[in-house]
């Protein structure tokens, strides 16, 4: 006998029987093209199929009433959606990626029963534990234990202000981002900070401040950080049977004609009639406004997160509308939700692109574009706003902070320059397990060189090798894989 765990979950009342079935391997289909007069064929194709694993078990009712509640118990337990973690006691650090199949029928005596439990794993492999090597220079060896080739997450902590980075591997496979630069050609900031919001206040004031008419009132309430970043420590009270909440403002150090502003939203709310609005804005040196970002919850009877990006002053809910309720909202997805936005303009384009954060991945990814070709839009950033709300009869929202809030100023590169992609602190993930390619969890696949390739290492030995030498802090995880 021994121990099913799944989902990390085990059962006092359940314990795994002798028997079963368990292959060996992976199932593998061969395709053989037969010529006339040739012995035997051609081998054309190999396909390895889905495992399935059929399971006796022995189920033990004494904590439950009667059998019934014992299976309805059982089925919440087993029944997923997609493939989640498989293992035995007596197969240690092996783990299958599975779902339950077909109908359990239990055969009863007494208090005690039995039933054979069919698994599939769509991932027909088993896998070892995850295994972390890190890089002691630009080169390393890597040997897997497993009898089937590992998918690797390399993870390459920026050193030095870099174009390019690659990884390589004995046979010449290679990922690779950005552009190494040739002798003749100078490298360049693309992007130089203005602005990055520390731990003090200084510089922000209150006055002069304007937002949209459906955002609220602009109260006498007050803003603070509490170390992490941006929040209202007073909403003050309402002025009409309106939202409201305080606004803060400040110059930047200079005018921006290409810029990025980038921020982490933070929001919880603890019952569901908690709303807030959290809205950060850009002016030009004329206090026209440039446009918005930002995350609301507007409904009393849900927990919303909705995304708002907007170019140019607010018309109605429609006009110039980047990101909206039609393109990114969550509805009950919990009540502590986290969101990157980061907003881009560059010549007449405007670019948004928002992510929900989830355990430090970016998820969710809304991507959005806007040309002002009546250049309406184009002035020269001057000013930036940060504006949080709650609502007049409503409890005010749990959390909504600004978490982090950046300006920079964008250069543009010509043609004979080759501009820096990443610099100390940023950190490049090349996933081969599932092909994303990551700057400080943000999607940069569009920075992929062509010829790039979400390489495997191969059974036994791999020597690995990163570029350019002595600007990364490199290491590696991946889990051994067997047939």
């Known amino acids: 006998m021994s121990t099913l765990i799944f989902n990390g979950i085990s059962k006092p009342y359940l314990t795994t029987l002798r028997g079963g079935e368990y292959p060996s391997w992976a199932p593998v289909e061969r395709e053989i093209i037969r010529v006339p007069a040739l012995p035997g064929g051609y081998l054309s194709r190999t396909q390895t199929k889905e495992r399935v694993l059929?399971?006796?078990?022995?189920?033990?009712?004494?904590?439950?009433?009667?059998?019934?509640?014992?299976?309805?118990?059982?089925?919440?337990?087993?029944?997923?959606?997609?493939?989640?973690?498989?293992?035995?006691?007596?197969e240690p650090n092996r783990v299958?990626?599975?779902?339950?199949?077909g109908s359990l029928d239990i055969e009863k005596i007494i208090s005690k029963g039995t039933g054979v439990i069919t698994f599939i794993c769509p991932d027909p492999f088993k896998y070892g534990q995850e295994e972390t090597a890190n890089f002691p220079s630009d080169a390393v060896a890597i040997t897997t234990e497993g009898t089937a080739d590992a998918d690797p997450i390399f993870e390459m902590e920026v050193l030095e202000p870099v174009t390019f980075a690659m990884i390589q591997n004995q046979d010449e496979q290679y990922q690779m981002i950005g552009i190494p630069a040739d002798d003749d050609m100078e490298v360049v900031d693309s992007r130089e900070i203005i602005f990055n919001q520390g731990t003090s206040m200084d510089g922000w004031g209150y006055k002069g401040t304007t937002v949209d008419p459906i955002s609220g009132d602009i109260s006498d309430g007050t803003m603070t950080h509490d170390g992490t970043g941006i929040l209202v420590s007073d909403y003050d009270s309402p002025q009409s049977d309106n939202a409201y909440g305080p606004a803060i403002i400040r110059e930047l150090p200079e005018t921006l004609q290409d810029f990025e502003i980038s921020t982490v939203i933070d929001t919880r709310t603890d019952t569901l009639n908690q709303n807030f609005r959290v809205e950060i804005y850009?002016?030009?040196?004329?206090?026209?406004?440039?446009?918005?970002?930002?995350?609301?919850?507007?409904?009393?009877?849900?927990?919303?997160?909705?995304?708002?990006?907007?170019?140019?002053?607010?018309?109605?809910?429609?006009?110039?509308?980047?990101?909206?309720s039609n393109n990114f909202r969550f509805i009950n997805s919990g009540p502590a939700l986290t969101f990157f936005i980061r907003w881009k303009r560059e010549g007449e384009t405007f670019e948004v692109n928002i992510y929900r954060i989830v355990n430090g991945e970016y998820r969710n990814w809304t991507r959005r574009r806007y040309t002002d070709t009546s250049e309406d839009f184009l002035g020269r950033l001057k000013f930036i706003q940060v504006y949080i709300r709650t609502f007049q009869d409503r409890p005010n929202p749990t959390l909504a902070r600004v978490n982090q809030l950046k300006v920079e100023k964008l250069y543009q590169v010509n043609d004979d320059q080759t501009p820096y992609i990443a610099y100390p602190g940023d950190v490049i993930t090349f996933d081969h397990k599932d092909d994303e390619i990551l700057i400080n969890g943000e999607d940069?696949?569009?920075?992929?060189?062509?010829?790039?390739?979400?390489?495997?290492?191969?059974?036994?030995?791999?020597?690995?090798?990163?570029?350019?030498?002595?600007?990364?802090?490199?290491?590696?995880?991946?889990?051994?894989?067997?047939?």
């Open 282 to 324: 850009g002016f030009d040196e004329n206090m026209n406004m440039l446009g918005k970002i930002g995350i609301q919850d507007g409904n009393r009877d849900l927990h919303e997160r909705v995304g708002l990006a907007r170019i140019g002053e607010y018309v109605n809910s429609q006009v110039r509308y980047m990101i909206g």
């Open 96 to 101: 299958y990626y599975a779902v339950v199949d």
């Open 54 to 90: 059929k399971v006796p078990v022995l189920l033990d009712s004494h904590e439950f009433q009667n059998f019934e509640l014992l299976k309805e118990e059982l089925a919440s337990w087993l029944f997923t959606e997609e493939a989640t973690e498989l293992s035995f006691s007596d």
């Open 444 to 483: 940069r696949k569009d920075l992929k060189d062509f010829g790039g390739d979400y390489f495997k290492l191969k059974k036994g030995e791999n020597q690995l090798i990163v570029q350019p030498s002595d600007s990364f802090s490199t290491s590696v995880k991946y889990r051994d894989r067997f047939r």
